[in-house]
């Protein structure tokens, strides 16, 4: 079994800092493309940004060149920094890993439970 476990939100006021942690566990062969994504209240999910197993990395438009991913395949864990938080970015983030549980086998997509960011005006 996987487990993805976010970690880092919180309550910052605009202009302010956090880094979002993604730890996978496990039964981990290897971890593929991670992405995280946010879902604000009455809104729809959203993707915000990728790596991949490589480290190529893609953004939402709405990052500005504020946020950035980065992963330690030591540790399975992806992170997320964000500087220069604005009000609109409060919402829930998740992260979304590809993950192969057995060498050879098909990698299966797995969600984290999400973890609350909250930018105060």
Not at 13 to 29: D, F, P, Y
Not at 51 to 79: E, H, L, M, P, W
Request: charged share 15%; proline share 3%; with cysteine.
């Amino acid at each position: 079994q996987v487990q993805l476990v976010e970690s880092g939100g919180g309550l910052v006021q605009a202009g302010g800092s956090l880094k979002l942690s993604c730890a996978a566990s496990g039964s981990i062969a290897s971890i593929g493309c991670v992405a995280w994504y946010r879902q604000a209240p009455r809104k729809q999910r959203e993707l915000v940004a990728t790596i991949t197993s490589s480290g190529n990395t893609n953004y939402a438009d709405f990052v500005q060149g504020r946020f950035a991913i980065s992963r330690d395949n030591a540790k399975n864990t992806v992170y997320l920094q964000m500087i220069n938080l604005k009000p609109e970015d409060t919402a829930i983030y998740y992260c979304n890993g590809v993950v192969t549980t057995t060498p050879g086998m098909a990698p299966r997509n797995y969600w984290g439970q999400g973890t609350q960011v909250t930018v105060s005006s």
